[in-house]
């Protein structure tokens, strides 16, 4: 069974950054794309950034385009998300996704995504 565990949130003030980073286990984590999705109160899941299985390309919502950038160690079954200039528009519970086709394209559509790991809380003041 896959798991994906998110670590890295936090609150922190407009203009800071931080780094999230997700912990897969249970699939040959090389072989799949992963994603960063995102969920503030009363809205609906959004995509943020996703990236192919071998880190060669990388795809970003353009809210988040120059700011946030995705990164992947496949040696080390992680998947990074580093936020800089963040904003207070940018809170929201982060989620990291895995889609579940060995070798698949990235999608900016949750639905294509399998496996979902908890959310960790990010919270930017103004």
């Known amino acids: 069974q896959v798991q994906l565990v998110e670590s890295g949130g936090g609150l922190v003030q407009a203009g800071d950054s931080l780094r999230l980073s997700c912990a897969a286990s249970?699939?040959?984590?090389?072989?799949?794309?992963m994603g960063w999705f995102r969920q503030a109160p009363g809205k609906e899941r959004e995509f943020v950034t996703a990236?192919?299985?071998?880190?060669?390309?990388?795809y970003y919502a353009d809210s988040v385009k120059g700011r946030f950038t995705i990164s992947r160690d496949n040696a080390k079954n992680t998947l990074y998300l580093q936020m800089n200039s963040l904003k207070p528009e940018d809170t929201a519970v982060y989620y990291c996704?895995?889609?579940?086709?060995?070798?698949?394209?990235?999608?900016?559509?949750?639905?294509?995504?399998?496996?979902w790991g908890q959310g960790t809380q990010v919270t930017v003041s103004s």
């Open positions: 996704a895995l889609r579940n086709r060995r070798w698949g394209a990235v999608h900016t559509g949750s639905s294509e995504y399998d496996y």
């Open positions: 249970g699939r040959t984590f090389s072989m799949y794309a």
């Open positions: 990236i192919t299985w071998t880190g060669g390309s990388t």
